[in-house]
């Protein structure tokens, strides 16, 4: 059974920053490639990042470009986003979520993904 259980979100004035962590189990996770996706209130979920299973390759969304880095650290099963000079319309659920099929490189595309976490919060006041 896999489970992914992200941590790492909170309440951020703009310009801050914050490091959200995604921890994987139940499938060797060295071979999925991961992406962080994100919904706010009323609107649909989104992608914003992506890593392939070695963290040779990452994919973002045009609305967080520069701003935000996604890495991975396999030892560890977990996958990270951190994210600098933040925006209050970057405040949403975060969800991290793993491929569904191993040594695939990544899409924006959410159906591509086989599982998801519970969400974390981040909240950016103005």
């Known amino acids: 059974q896999v489970q992914l259980v992200e941590s790492g979100g909170g309440l951020v004035q703009a310009g801050g920053s914050l490091r959200l962590s995604c921890a994987a189990s139940?499938?060797?996770?060295?071979?999925?490639?991961m992406g962080w996706f994100r919904q706010a209130p009323g609107k649909e979920r989104e992608f914003v990042a992506a890593?392939?299973?070695?963290?040779?390759?990452?994919y973002y969304a045009d609305s967080v470009k520069g701003r935000v880095t996604i890495s991975r650290d396999n030892a560890k099963n977990t996958v990270y986003l951190q994210m600098n000079s933040l925006k209050p319309e970057d405040t949403a659920v975060y969800y991290c979520?793993?491929?569904?099929?191993?040594?695939?490189?990544?899409?924006?595309?959410?159906?591509?993904?086989?599982?998801w976490g519970q969400g974390t919060q981040v909240t950016v006041s103005s």
């Open positions: 890593i392939n299973w070695s963290a040779a390759y990452t």
């Open positions: 139940g499938r060797t996770f060295s071979s999925y490639s």
């Open positions: 979520a793993q491929y569904r099929i191993g040594w695939r490189y990544p899409s924006s595309d959410q159906y591509e993904y086989a599982y």
